[in-house]
Structure formats: structure tokens, C-alpha cells
RNA sequence: GCUCAUGUAGCUCAGUCGGUAGAGCGCGUCCUUGGUAAGGACGAGGUCAUCGGUUCAAUCCCGAUCAUGAGCUCCA
């Protein structure tokens, strides 16, 4: 028999049969291979363990460890998913069920929603064609057998998909048992290769996620290789209920949104409304250290001046109603940038003048459909911290790394440790969507690209993700429990500045026409703090909680103590309360904890006579007798270095 | 906007197979003066989301509306 010569990933060769499969590559190279392999990468190319290898090749053997190895792994659960639905509910209709990040999902067309009971049940039968251990096997057909196949099997989508599969495209059915699925593959070997699943929850989804058609019902669910895997998951995702920022934006009483008002809209308590003022602050003082002007701008606007910058044409799903002022028409602004222009405008400007960056906390409102609002992260009003910086092309890559380092120093501050950084590009498919000139577009990417490498920054390219006036840097911050969250955006504008004719007269004597940078670093205050809630599970840092001390006197007797003890503290700049009710130590304890207080500070009898306070912190528990002034100074110190 | 679910005291939630409701927490008063996560007693709080319909009678059944939640799409 012939022999193929297999490259593996370490640069060790190895010989074997010609048509060797990948699962006895695996058991040649270790018990714990074979048993722990799920799919293999032939020279780069994802296939199943089975499928033979017929000449030299680079191979390797993917695991769970590894984002493909889960995608298969969840992937095959998805079409046992399929299965167990087909099963109890033989009149669904299947479509696509693919994996996704941390799980995956199916979506059915059938005539009545899923109930939870019935989530109970198909989890059930799952789990019984798992046990089954039934094999997956992959058969390869003709465009016309396949679609003549799901007509047969009266499966209406899958003929759809069939259909559209590109001519001299490989098309692959899987097969489990009875149970056949149109799909590229790979998947396990067989179905008792799953270790832990579960359904999670149910909901409708559009065919094809567009709502003009027909609305399915998808079942999602996550699989894991080990049970305890999947509760350690499972557990995460509790973690993250718990701290949801709207339980917690109630409990902490941080803001609050009002049926009466309006969805969308939000309310900010005085703790909330402290936070915020804090941020604000705190981002004042670091825009005025790098440059930056603080601006502010009007609420409503003529109609005609969006038509100028082109809202009314591009942007007028997400406005309000024109309501008439003295018959003439004005809108709501739900973006600051045709009025930095506008001051901009106001007066001659010298290329000597330039950069100009002037900041705002703009409030602006957007329409949001009413499906998609969600606490302080999806809302109708908020303020962005805005920026626009008016530059020369020549200044473009220096100012965008001025934004990228105050994008990074900001997310420090907040205690965002992890981020991934973007450039968003035009879709290269796709070139008619944009404004502005090929040479303007190519200057723009190689002022943004020129700044990330200057500052040695890796960076992912997206495709199709620019804006429709320029491309962008989109920084996706990680929160503690490493979810992505938006972060700031620097986005190059050239169509503005030319819609608005805006021009600085050059060297030359010439008008030259200004590049417009459009920054944003923490997003909106709105969805700023709500993010800052669920990253410090409301636990603020000193610097950044609206109460930092509260001082708790044992008995009454204590009490002139105790409110001395606050006023030294509130003269020394920080944010101190003191607990006079009439309750036991515990009780205030317990209270100024779940109101995630940082500093507890109890005196009695020993505190008076020592001129002490007893520092309890809400983390690290008691920490005994320090002097007031001792306290004040750590206390300081803390609120210095924004712990 | 669409699909489904939910809406009962400030909060979290029971409950009534149709006869106008209850707990815990919180709040108030009193007792208690207690050293690192809940001391005790008493009390006040609800047009059961809103508007209609069925019924002798609706918080409960039906319909509409509004809001919230899980998704679909989009973005700060």
C-alpha cells in the first residue's frame, strides 16, 4: 500500500497509508489524542476525523481547547438538537442551526412557540441520542439529489439553501440515524461524543434575519467537555444576571427610567448623578491637559441645516418630528457635528490655527425602536463626549494618536485592562457606498494605520464596518467578567467638510479644505456608566463612589464623636456620612456593605479616648484602629491612584 | 417594529379554578445603648399597569393599549 507522508504541527514527519483518517493519526500519537480530538485542520481545511487523507499533507488535530474544535463540538449538538426536536415535533420545519460564540442555536419553523416545558423535554431527548451514540455520516450529492431529497422530506428551507448553494460547490448531508441536515460539516464522529448540555432559552427569530419574512423559533443552548465545565459557564452567566446594571442601577439607586416620562429616557438619581459628575470631571481636567476646548451647542436645530450635512437624507430614521418654531421647522439633534461646524464657520481660520479640538457633553436623542431599548445601554436621550478635531492632512496621523492615547489612558482610569483595537474599512465589494474620493480614502487608512503602528498597536481589519463618510478605529473594551463592550471610536470625516464648504486659508494664501476627526472615549454617559456598573459589579472604586466613608458610632454617646470625625474627613475633600440611627453596629454594617460603601468606620468608647476610627472595607473586612489623620492620608492616597 | 412571556404595596414575590388581596425586606412609632453582614413590638402602605367587553359580580376570563424582559436588526 502507498504511503503518505503526514506533516504535524510541532514540524515532525510521520509516515502512513495512503487514506489514513485523522482519528487513527490520532490514536497512532496518544491515547489522549484519540480520545480528545474532534476534528482535524488537513492542510488548513477543517474536515471530520473519518474523512481519509489521500497524499502528503500538514495535519492537525483540533481539540475543545481551541474556537474550531468548540464550533464543531456545538455545532454537531445543534443537529442533535434538530434531532430531538424532528422527534417530538415531526411537523417542524428545519432551517440553519449554527454554532456561536459560547453555544449555539436552531431555528425551527413550527406553528406554536417553544414553552420552557417543552425546552424540559427536547433537552431530554437529547440527551437520549447522545446516549444512543448514534454516528454522523457525511454523504456528498448533486445540487438536483439534494434538492430533490428535502422536497421529498417536505423541508421547504433546506431546498431554499440547497438551491443557493454557487454551482460546483460540494455539497455534504449529515446523517445521524434517521435524521439528515444539509451542512459544509465537520461535525463529531458521533453523537456520544458529548459530554454537557444545555438548552437555555427560546425566542423568535426572522428567516434569514429579515423581519419581511416569516418568523421562526430559535432554541439556543451551549455544550461543553465536561460537565463541570458547562456549570462553570452556567455560573458565569448567574454572575452576570447578578450584576445586571439595572438591578443594580435600582438597588444602588443610581437612576431610573419612568413609565410616565417615556421609555428610553433616563432619570439620574443623586448617587448616580455624583458618579457621573465625578466622570465628567474628571474627563474635563484630562481634555483640557491634552488641548482640547470645551464646547457647548444647541438642542434643536432647522431642518435645513440637517439637510446641509446630510442627517435629513442618511440619518432620518433615528430622528424625531420636525416641530415648527415662527413656521419654520426644527429637529432634535441626535448628533453635535454640523454645529462644531457651524462655530467653525463663524470666523476666518489660518492653517496656523489648526488642530482645533473642541469637546462637548452633548445630549442628544435618537429614535430607537421601542424592541431594542435595554436599561442604560440602549437609550432614546443621553450625552456623548463628543469630540471634533479640525486638522490639516498633514497633522491627521499626530492628532489621531493624540485620541488613541487618550482612548487608552481613559479605559486605564475606568480599570479596562483588556481591549481589541479595529480598523473599520470601506466593504471592498462595495465602494459606491461611500463618500469622498479613492485618494482621500487611502490618505485617511494610512493616517489611521500610521498612528496604530507608531504606537505599536495590533489592530484586527473589518471590513465593511467604516462609517459611509470614513474609516474608523473601534476599540471593543473587555469588562471583568471578559465581555466586549463598544469603546471609543475615531472615525475620519471628508464628507462634512465638504458638504459644509469649511476651508483654512493655507501658506499659500489658498483656501485648503480641513480633515475632520469625530471621537468619542467613553461612548455616552448613558451607556458609559452602565457598562462601569456590571464591570465593577457596583462596587465603584474610591475615587469614583458617590458615598467613600461612613462613619458608624455604637451609641448614642458616641455621636458628637462621630459627626466630627465627618466633618474632618468632608474638609479634607472626601465624600464621608455618618450612620446616627438608632440600630446595632451589625446593622449599619450589613447596610453600608450591601450599599458597596467602601469604607466603614466604627467608633466607640476606645476610638473617642485613642482619637481613632475602626476602618472596616467592604472587601478586605476589618482592618482595626488607625488615627483620623492616618486615615485621611490613605484615604487620599487610594483616591489619588484611582484603585 | 415583529414573535413570545410578564405586569399584584417603595423592592422581591405569593395568591384568588370570578365574590375587591398576602409574605419578607424597606418605611414610621416605641422599647432596646448594642463592637464588625439583619435585636424586639406595633403600625402605615395596594382603584391587583391602563382602557374597554363578557358577567348579578372581574385583580382573575376575552380584546385593545402601554411598559418591561428574551430574541431578530442596528448603533453611543
Redesign the pocket.
Known sequence: MAQIQITLPDGSRREYPKGVKPSEIAASLSQKLAKNALAAKVDGRLVDLNRPIDGDALVELVTFDSPEGQAVYRHTTAHVLAQAVKRLFPEARLTIGPA?EDGF?YDFDVE??F?PEDLERIEAEMKKLIQENLPLERSEVSRKDAVALFKKAGEPYKVELAEELPEGETISLYRQDGFVDLCAGPHLPSTGRIKAVKL???????W????HNR?L??I?GTAFDSQKDLEEHLHKLEEAKRR?H??LG??LDIFS?H?DA???LIFWHPKGGHVRELIENFWREEHRKRGYDIVYSPHIAKVDLWKTSGHWGWYRE?MYSPMPIDEVEYLLKPMNCPFHILMFKSQMRSYRDLPLRWAELGTVY?Y?????????????G?T?DDAHIFCRPDQLQQEIMGVVDLARFMMKSFGYKDYDVKLSVRDPNNKEKYAGSEEVWQAAEGALVGALTALGIPYEVDEG?A?FYGPAI?IKVKDALGRGW??P?I?CDFNLPERFDISYVGEDGAPHRPVMIHR?V???M???VGGLIEHYAGAFPLWLSPVQARVM??????HEYALRVAEELRAAGLRAEVDT???????K???A??EKVPY?L???????EAGT????H?ET?????VKVEEFKHRARKEIEEKV
Open positions: 456561536i442555536y406554536k412557540p414553552t437555555l432559552s427560546a425566542a423568535g427569530a426572522y434569514r434575519g429579515d423581519e418568523m423559533q430559535r439556543y445586571d439595572r438591578r435600582k438597588e427610567i413609565e417615556g421609555p428610553g433615528n435618537r430607537e425602536r421601542s424592541g431594542v431599548l435595554h436599561g442604560l445601554l440602549r437609550v432614546r443621553f456623548q464596518e462609517k473601534d463598544q469603546g471610536t472615525q468619542t467613553l461612548g455616552s448613558e451607556r458609559f458610632p455604637i451609641t448614642d454617646r458616641h440611627r438608632n440600630e446595632k453596629v451589625n446593622y454594617i450589613r447596610q456593605q450591601v466603614m466604627v467608633v466607640g468608647d476606645k476610638e473617642v476610627v475602626s476602618v472596616r467592604r473586612g476589618d482592618l482595626g484602629p
